[in-house]
């Protein structure tokens, strides 16, 4: 990965010079004449229309007189019929009169308007959009004081949900086809579309109810999926954004509040690694709505429904205000002076040296959620203040091999491979990455080139956001992935050569022994980039900062001694610790053990790991606790600092292409972040970590810079694959998260949870066959068991069964203590 | 007087008209053997030479279409054969596969050998399933003739053919909507550019068109360009069929040079029906304004018809006659096109469903003055705005009628409802009791 | 889907046959939900269903077609669809009437069905046949210059089972599924029977042969 600008465009482009209302602008060939007419502040309204999507030229509002030259002479003619400016591309010489100067012009979009509010309710006062509405707004500027219309206006029952989180009212479309464009342009989910026709033409999915169908609603493998769910899109909130008058609305939003008593504030998206821009909309103190702001280098127009809708979270009663500290065994409100006494204590002194000089060392695990400040404060805390070098963000599988792939390839390489190399990238190769559920927007931007990418995915079977990009299947069972990518197909290895190819890796990789290996073996015998595409928000920023047992800021190795020193230098200490640090799994295995004194956790969900983490707190003298919930970690701590949400915060996200996503506060509270109650941690022990504020981390983070190449971790070794071999009543576990699943991010939104898909588990024909005639599959290990329904999947490699990692139902780390590629007991129920 | 000139009818009354013998032995087929011998660019040459127009109402130059398409890239080019004969009064190709599908068949095959076709389409309206079953046998009879499939006659020209039924849209008769319902679609009309020559079905290269338009093509073949050029007027030239509905004597089809006039049509047919005289008319379908006795000397060729403010479209005559409420006929033919609106742009899906109503009331004697001027503004509001000609043929009627009939608007305004008697216009005898006209649903 | 095994073959298999006749297999949808007519008598959600599995689309981009079209019905159809033509020219010339005898006749309005399940009625729009005016319909065969008592027999003889000829089309007018299953393109053998071409398209014919051919002469 090295660091590229995104260099504008060098090719010449092609321009045309017309005459918009009397000036003259000069564009790029193709421009359609309503976007030239904005480059030179012409307004035209419009409702169809949107920049993103294919034109359609179906409202009519766009009307403009058009003329253009014609004949040997060039004279200008002049078009009968004024023409829509959402569809008409610019010629050279075009003569444009809008509304502000011509008669006809004025005169058809008067005409439009009219018909498009004969129809319309008069329900302003109730309809969410009221105020930001557009058609609202063009009424009011361009429409009649009056109707002309006396008859009888179509009604509609309202509101029809599609799904649980998107509602329609149907009297209030006008018919754009914005939604359903978008379902199928943008998003590959044609679950709703244009039903019935003329004057009764409606937006809508297919409901025998509603369209008056006699019969049952078909339940099947055409109905989207599994659940019999009709609107089951990760993006549906797009359309709810998009809509140009209150037709779509979320039930989230629905009757809560007025655009005009909401405060705006700009901000970043926390639920992926994207770092996609949003807009959050809150009125005293609490968000009511998230939208997507437009950032044409990042997430474009959109976002995934989980970054619009998850935001109810951070406010739910268990929301931690005040200190905790244990008191006779119960945790009680206290100061924060008190508590962070409390806490520097009990970690002095559990790791103090027992009589006979043996000490139990701190650990601190960080989880993959926070900030680069955040992570960076956890690091520093761990080296500066508890002498270790036992921290880990990895609240996941991980695996050395993987830090050694951060450590030489992604930590202090700036901005790597971007979204826009990705959509323009001829070949992708996806490892351990499912771009729809693990990427959000980073799919929609896959899916942007469908047909003109070749997109290959390395999985035990072809998922449907893989399907929707086209991809082809490479077959790897869970653990085989590094032998599949040594003898990859020889037409994907051919893909793969062409020049801005590109492999995508996902946190899954590090399930996969050798997988970073043979993915850097695949880059550069074909010269394909790589990309390192983690799950959560906060993962690129944990490795900048150092938040690994082997790696400091910038890449450097935590047991070279030299970079030590220049670390050591930069924070004013004598010495970091250099004893090998442990990952996440280490710790807790060494906690519950006994081996561990005292721990600091922040933003950890004991459920989302597969070690036992309730034995590793119990095991561990002292626990510390950083939250903004209560969590299963919070309440068996000794002492719970809580901490702000992201919205509450200003701070850094590093997206995975290595772009610094900073934001502000937007939303003004008592609460802390992480690092600053870090660093007022630190003046227990009369250290001044240095971390009290986002600036001073950055200009730190600034000084340290990157790794010289020197003081870099060696790229990793070649390991073997794993090549399990499940026995009868047996299969080898595939698993991954659905974008919309029971996190603990996506607490509180009912709405959007039941948008999500019904979990299932998925097995080959051949291997579901070896369970009878099983409509169910009871999944286990020693630790328990999970039963979902069984979907047998085309194409699916022979011995594998996937469940999802924490859908209603399946909650496989907490449940089955596994991780992919274990070999777990399979039985078939009727 | 002009002549008559049966060419695409001339076996219509033969015995088994629709058969492949009786198609052979009137001399069909002998025109394909002749155009494989000739090279496509001499066809389309030949087609463009004769100034054939486009039968389905548009009136576009055949040939010139078939020059639009691109050079052979070596991908597939399609010819779709526009047998979606839908719009009221026009009843002109449905008898002509019904009798003698085989021109159809021949056009077809000839068409796709000028344009370098190799799978040809003919969509026919769902709604006339013997029709179907005509073209059904005819494509089959041809297959085991030789003159579909592989190398046919020894060319080295392979072709297939699809016979496609629709299912109930008059909007499919747009050729963009038809190419979209022909892909499996709801049948609403594509953005042009681009045009069906350069993106047509599957994106591909594609001729659209009509039924009378590809059965005219074997005759132009067999008797050559000056036959053809021979008939019709400067601009219009050769022969069409001229459909008389109505209060004629003698309705059907009267297949004529282009330029006869509706006088001379009426003669053969007639006149109007004993004992009335005509009132109005449609020259070529309900999208076309309507005519008066005053126009019964216009040559019905595409200039002479425009520069009278209609349009010749179909050639699908509707005479009414003195009993005729204009009023009503309008009113029907608007809650025709709000009926198939596709839905897809506002003036004329939203337009359709305000005319409607307003038409209704008038008609019902619950209208106001300002409800005509309404109409007219209305009418303003879609003619020229909507996206596809739909909306356009929508206001034909009601505009005109309104300029030529105003009073008998008024009428119904002043005197509070319709001052005619339905059942004098029905053929047969009955009683008119209130009229119990619900709306299209 | 509630298809038994033998249906949901036979319907693959016809599902098959039409997928073949196109480039684009989506171009089979039109045929393919007048198959599923053939079997269910309408558009049956299962029907909307076997066409989505079959064409790769989604249930809404199956029933977006469905409802677009009016020969599709959503509701169990009538064993005979007696369609009246009211478009303006049929409605000047009777067809108004026709449509109101006929509904008072059988009892049921637009797009209603009997009780018995014979006959569905529907007020028509053009059905290309203006020379015969006024038209009526039956399974989409052609019931030229009718009138009320003309129009009454026709549907009584259909519903006390007789075998009813069209003015122009085959010897017997077929059922509703029968008539769904040709509409997707499977040749039932009858394109050769025949009730005569009928006059009006004819009338031109006559009457150049009453100037004795002088035009087709030159």
């Given at each position: ?830 | ?11 219509w009354g033969s015995e088994q008209s629709w058969s492949?013998?009786t ?68 009843c002109?190709?449905i008898p002509t596969m019904m009798s003698a599908p ?26 006339v399933v013997h029709v179907y079953r005509r073209?059904?046998q ?114 059907g089809q ?188 | ?79 005979y ?46 059905n290309a046949a203006?020379d015969y005016a006024p038209v009526m319909m039956v399974n989409w065969e052609f019931f030229d210059n009718q009138?009320?008592?003309s129009a009454?027999q026709v549907?009584?003889d259909l519903?006390?089972?007789k075998d009813v000829a069209p003015t122009r089309g085959p010897a017997k007018v077929c059922?509703?599924?029968?008539v769904?299953?040709v ?5 039932d053998g009858r394109a050769d029977e025949d009730q005569g071409a009928g006059a009006p398209t004819l009338a031109?014919l ?13």
């Amino acid at each position: 990965m090295t660091a590229t600008a995104d260099k504008p465009a060098a090719e010449v482009v092609d321009t045309v010079t017309l005459t918009i209302d009397g000036t003259e602008v000069t564009v790029p060939k193709g421009t359609l004449i309503i976007r030239a007419a904005e480059q030179v502040g012409i307004e035209i309204p419009r409702f169809c229309d949107h920049p993103a999507l294919k034109p359609a030229g179906a409202c009519r509002q766009c009307l403009v007189d058009v003329a253009s030259p014609a004949g040997p002479e060039g004279k200008l003619r002049a078009f009968p019929k004024p023409q829509a400016s959402c569809t008409m591309t610019v010629t050279e010489g075009m003569v444009v009169n809008t509304q502000h100067t011509s008669e006809e012009a004025d005169r058809a979009q008067k005409g439009v308007m009219e018909l498009l509010l004969i129809n319309h309710p008069l329900d302003c006062p109730v309809c969410d959009k009221g105020g930001e509405c557009p058609l609202q707004n063009q009424a009011m500027s361009h429409g009649r004081p009056e109707s002309r219309f006396v008859d009888v206006k179509r009604v509609f029952e309202k509101p029809l949900a599609l799904s649980s989180e998107i509602l329609l009212d149907r009297e209030r479309c006008v018919l754009c086809q914005r939604c359903t464009r978008f379902s199928k342009e943008i998003a590959g989910d044609a679950f709703i579309d244009l039903q019935n026709r003329g004057a009764q033409q409606q937006i809508g999915t297919f409901d025998e109810d509603v369209l008056d169908f006699d019969g049952y609603r078909p339940v099947g493998a055409a109905t989207v999926d599994e659940a019999g769910k009709a609107f089951s899109s990760y993006y549906s909130g797009n359309t709810v954004q998009i809509c140009p008058v209150g037709a779509l609305t979320s039930a989230a939003y629905r009757f809560r509040s007025r655009p005009f008593d909401l405060v705006s504030s700009p901000s970043i998206a926390e639920h992926d690694s994207s770092g996609s821009a949003i807009r959050i909309d809150h009125r005293r103190g609490k968000i009511l709505r998230r939208l997507a702001e437009n950032d044409p280098v990042v997430n474009e127009d959109w976002i995934s429904d989980k970054d619009r809708f998850a935001f109810a979270w951070q406010n739910l009663s268990d929301r931690l205000t005040r200190p905790l500290v244990r008191k006779d065994g119960e945790l009680v409100e206290t100061s924060w002076p008190e508590a962070l006494a409390a806490a520097a204590a009990g970690i002095k002194a559990a790791t103090a040296a027992d009589d006979e000089g043996a000490s139990r060392g701190a650990a601190v695990l960080t989880g993959g959620r926070v900030t680069l400040e955040d992570a960076y404060a956890y690091q520093k805390l761990a080296r500066v203040v508890l002498g270790t070098n036992d921290v880990d963000f990895r609240a996941r599988t991980a695996s050395d091999e993987e830090q050694a792939f951060l450590g030489s390839q992604v930590a202090g390489t700036g901005l790597g491979v971007t979204f826009g190399e990705l959509e323009k990238a001829p070949a992708v190769l996806l490892v351990g990455f499912e771009p729809e559920d693990e990427g959000g927007v980073v799919f929609l931007r896959l899916r942007k080139s469908l047909g003109r990418q070749r997109v290959a995915a390395v999985a035990p079977f072809l998922s449907r956001g893989a399907e929707k990009l086209g991809a082809t299947l490479v077959p790897a069972a869970p653990g085989r992935e590094a032998a599949v990518l040594a003898e990859l197909p020889e037409d994907v290895r051919d893909a793969l050569s062409q020049p801005g190819a590109v492999v995508v890796l996902g946190e899954r990789a590090a399930e996969a022994p050798g997988a970073f290996v043979a993915a850097q073996e695949l880059a550069s015998s074909t010269g394909a980039r790589l990309a390192w595409i983690p799950r959560r928000a906060g993962e690129r920023g944990a490795v900048e900062a150092g938040a690994l047992p082997g790696l400091l800021p910038g890449g450097r190795t935590a047991t070279l001694k030299g970079a030590r020193d220049v670390v050591a230098k930069a924070w004013g200490v004598d010495a970091l610790p250099s004893a090998k640090g442990r990952d996440t799994a280490g710790i807790l295995k060494a906690a519950a053990e006994g081996a561990i004194g005292a721990l600091v956790v922040g933003g950890v969900s004991a459920s989302d790991l597969a070690g036992d983490v309730s034995a590793a707190l119990e095991a561990t003298g002292f626990v510390v606790s950083l939250e903004v919930r209560r969590s299963e970690i919070a309440e068996a701590a000794d002492v719970v600092l809580p901490v702000a949400p992201p919205s509450e915060k200003p701070g850094t996200f590093v997206n995975w292409e290595g772009r610094l996503r900073g934001f502000a506060t937007a939303i003004r509270t008592d609460a802390m972040p992480d690092h600053r109650v870090l660093d007022l941690l630190a003046r227990e022990w009369g250290v001044e970590l240095g971390t009290g504020t986002v600036e001073a981390v950055n200009a730190e983070l600034a000084a340290l810079g990157a790794a010289d190449a020197a003081h870099r971790p060696a790229a990793p070794k070649a390991r073997a694959a794993r090549n399990p071999r499940p026995k009868k009543g047996t299969a080898v576990l595939a698993t991954w998260h659905q974008l919309v699943d029971e996190g603990a991010l996506q607490d509180g939104e009912p709405y959007l949870a039941g948008t999500g898909r019904v979990a299932v588990a998925r097995m080959s024909a051949a291997t579901a066959a070896a369970l009878g005639d099983a409509v169910s599959v009871e999944v286990s290990t020693e630790a328990g068991a999970v039963e979902l329904p069984l979907v047998v999947t085309d194409g699916m490699v022979d011995g594998v069964v996937w469940v999802p990692v924490k859908s209603p139902g399946s909650w496989v780390a907490r449940d089955l203590r596994a991780t992919a590629g274990a070999v777990v007991s399979v039985k078939g129920a009727a | 007087m002009t002549d008559l000139v049966p060419v695409l009818s001339a076996t219509w009354g033969s015995e088994q008209s629709w058969s492949l013998d009786t198609y052979t032995d009137a001399g069909g087929y002998a025109p394909l053997k002749k155009a494989l011998g000739m090279e496509p660019g001499d066809l389309i040459q030949a087609v463009k030479d004769s100034g054939l127009r486009g039968r389905g109402g548009a009136g576009f130059p055949t040939g010139m279409k078939w020059g639009f398409l691109p050079p052979d890239d070596g991908g597939p080019r399609y010819l779709v054969v526009n047998a979606d004969e839908s719009e009221p009064g026009t009843c002109k190709d449905i008898p002509t596969m019904m009798s003698a599908p085989h021109a159809l068949i021949e056009g077809v095959i000839i068409t796709s050998f000028a344009i370098g076709c190799n799978h040809a389409f003919i969509y026919l309206r769902g709604e006339v399933v013997h029709v179907y079953r005509r073209l059904l046998q005819a494509v089959r009879e041809a297959y085991e003739a030789g003159h579909l499939g592989k190398d046919i006659h020894g060319s080295g020209f392979d072709l297939d053919v699809t016979v496609h039924a629709g299912a109930g849209a008059y909007i499919c008769g747009e050729e963009t909507a038809l190419l979209d319902s022909l892909e499996g679609r709801r049948g609403q009309p594509r953005l042009k550019p681009p045009f069906p020559a350069v993106a047509g079905l599957y994106a591909r290269p594609t001729v659209v068109n009509n039924v009378e338009s590809v059965a005219s093509v074997p005759a132009i073949v067999d008797k050559g360009v000056e036959w053809f050029t021979a008939m019709g007027t400067e601009r219009s030239k050769g022969m069409g069929l001229f459909s008389l509905s109505g209060h004629v004597t003698r309705p059907g089809q009267y297949e004529a040079p282009l330029g006869i006039t509706l006088r001379e049509l009426l003669e053969l047919a007639g006149g109007i029906r004993e004992g009335h005289e005509l009132k109005f008319w449609t020259p070529g379908g309900s999208s076309t304004p309507i005519f008066t006795q005053d126009h019964l000397d216009t040559p019905l060729d595409y200039e002479s018809v425009g520069a009278a403010g209609s349009m010749l479209g179909t050639r699908a005559l509707q005479l009414f006659d003195d009993t005729t409420c204009v009023v009503r006929a309008v009113t029907r033919w608007t809650e025709f096109y709000k009926h198939e609106s596709c839905g897809k742009c506002t003036p004329c899906r939203e337009g359709t469903y305000w005319l409607t109503q307003i038409l209704k009331r008038i008609e019902a004697g619950r209208g106001t003055e300002a409800d005509i001027q309404q109409l007219l503004d209305t009418c303003d509001s879609i003619a020229g705005r909507s996206f596809c000609a739909l909306g356009d043929g929508a206001t034909s009627s009601i505009i005109s009628s309104v300029t030529l009939f105003r009073e008998e608007y008024e009428a119904h305004v002043e005197q509070g409802g319709c001052p005619f008697d339905h059942a004098a216009s029905a053929l047969f005898d009955y009683t008119d009791t209130p009229a119990t006209e619900e709306a299209h649903a | 889907m509630t298809y038994d095994e033998t249906t949901l073959a036979q319907l693959a298999e016809d599902a098959a046959a039409i997928i073949a006749r196109y480039p684009v297999k989506r171009s089979a949808l039109l045929p393919m939900l007048h198959l599923v007519q053939s079997v269910d008598g309408y558009v049956s959600p299962d029907g909307i269903e076997f066409c989505a599995e079959q064409l790769d689309l989604t249930a809404a981009e199956v029933s977006a077609v469905a409802t677009f079209y009016t020969q599709y019905k959503r509701r169990p159809n009538g064993e005979y669809q007696v369609g009246v033509c009211t478009n303006t020219l049929c409605a000047v010339m009777g067809g108004d009437r026709i449509w109101d005898e006929l509904s008072e006749h059988v009892g049921v309005g637009h797009d209603e069905t009997t009780e018995d399940g014979q006959i569905t009625l529907e007020r028509l729009e053009c059905n290309a046949a203006c020379d015969y005016a006024p038209v009526m319909m039956v399974n989409w065969e052609f019931f030229d210059n009718q009138t009320p008592e003309s129009a009454k027999q026709v549907v009584d003889d259909l519903r006390s089972g007789k075998d009813v000829a069209p003015t122009r089309g085959p010897a017997k007018v077929c059922s509703f599924t029968q008539v769904s299953r040709v509409l997707a393109g499977f040749e039932d053998g009858r394109a050769d029977e025949d009730q005569g071409a009928g006059a009006p398209t004819l009338a031109g014919l006559e009457a150049a042969k009453e100037q004795g051919w002088k035009g087709a002469a030159k």
